[in-house]
């Protein structure tokens, strides 16, 4: 049985999340929660709110198969043979942004910091980043473990990404920035954050850089929290200095340098281990 965690809804052109359906969902009648399509092959599927009502994510609908070429039963089944230890299903059912390849734009409709937070970085991104921050092998830099490397996720625009291409160095995501005319994207930052400043209410949270660039951190990054974010994250931020984290957001080349933006640290970071 495949899981989803985006659907089409009627004519709308942008998929729908599991978690903003599960949200409202006294808004959607008997008859609206009939109308959810796969967004790669546009079969009828079914929102579930999940055993303890707490995992929404959309399922096959009674006696419906995906088209016979859609990739959501395809990505399940790359799992078979696997080590089961962490929640690859999960992790796989995940269908991540279009913009996950540094070629593609972030989508056109979200303008505002507060559109690109709630469209890119919500509670779906939290539980994607904390299971996968259990593929990364702790004996071995937090690299991908072996057993993982040739995991695929599948993004909205139909492509299938791997997981060693998404997490990325600081150089890595530079260059990508650099090769593409600046363009932002989505992709998942792994390195150390160094300080925390604060700049006209907003938060510039520095990642640590090395002369030698061992770690990919020869070049200077940051994350960047707007002021109208900061103080739904004041109470968090001492939990990622001086950490190796992974971040999920939207990597950018402004005016002021090469960074991510960071609207929640809770949805966006998982701490892979910290310095004393
Ligand atoms: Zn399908």
């Known amino acids: 049985m495949s899981r989803m965690t985006h659907a089409r809804y009627r004519n709308e052109t942008e998929p ?3 978690f903003d359906v599960d ?65 690859l299903q999960t992790l796989v059912s995940t269908i991540l942004p ?19 937070a709630k469209r890119y970085v919500g509670k779906q991104t939290r539980k994607f980043i904390y299971d996968l921050k259990n593929v990364l092998d702790s004996k071995n830099r937090f690299a991908v473990d072996e057993e993982y490397k040739d995991l695929t996720f599948l993004t909205e625009a139909n492509d299938e990404v791997k997981i060693e291409d998404i997490i990325m160095t600081q150089d890595k995501i530079i260059n990508a920035l650099d ?4 363009q932002g994207f989505i992709c998942i930052l792994k390195g150390t954050v160094s300080k925390v400043k604060e700049a006209k209410g907003s938060y510039i949270v520095d990642m640590t850089k090395s002369k030698n660039g061992i770690y990919g951190n020869s070049k200077g990054f940051k ?54």
């Open 98 to 116: 279009r913009a996950m390849r540094p070629s593609v734009s972030i989508s056109p409709g979200a303008k505002t910091h507060k559109d690109k």
């Open 179 to 182: 090769s593409n005319g600046g």
């Open 23 to 87: 949200d409202n969902y006294d808004l959607y009648s008997e008859e609206d929660r009939r109308e959810f399509r796969c967004i790669f092959c546009d079969s009828q599927i079914q929102f579930s709110r999940g055993k303890a009502h707490d995992d929404p994510h959309f399922k096959n609908w009674p006696l419906k198969e995906h088209g016979e070429n859609c990739k959501v039963p395809n990505s399940i089944k790359q799992l078979e043979g696997k080590k089961n230890e962490v929640e």
């Open 223 to 276: 994350l960047y929290m707007p002021y109208d974010f900061v103080s739904k994250n004041e109470s968090k931020m001492n939990s990622i200095k001086n950490s190796l984290i992974i971040c999920y957001g939207i990597a950018s080349k402004t005016d002021y340098g090469y960074q991510m933006d960071l609207y929640s640290i809770k949805n966006q970071v998982a701490v892979l281990m910290t310095f004393t």
């Open 16 to 18: 729908i999340s599991a």
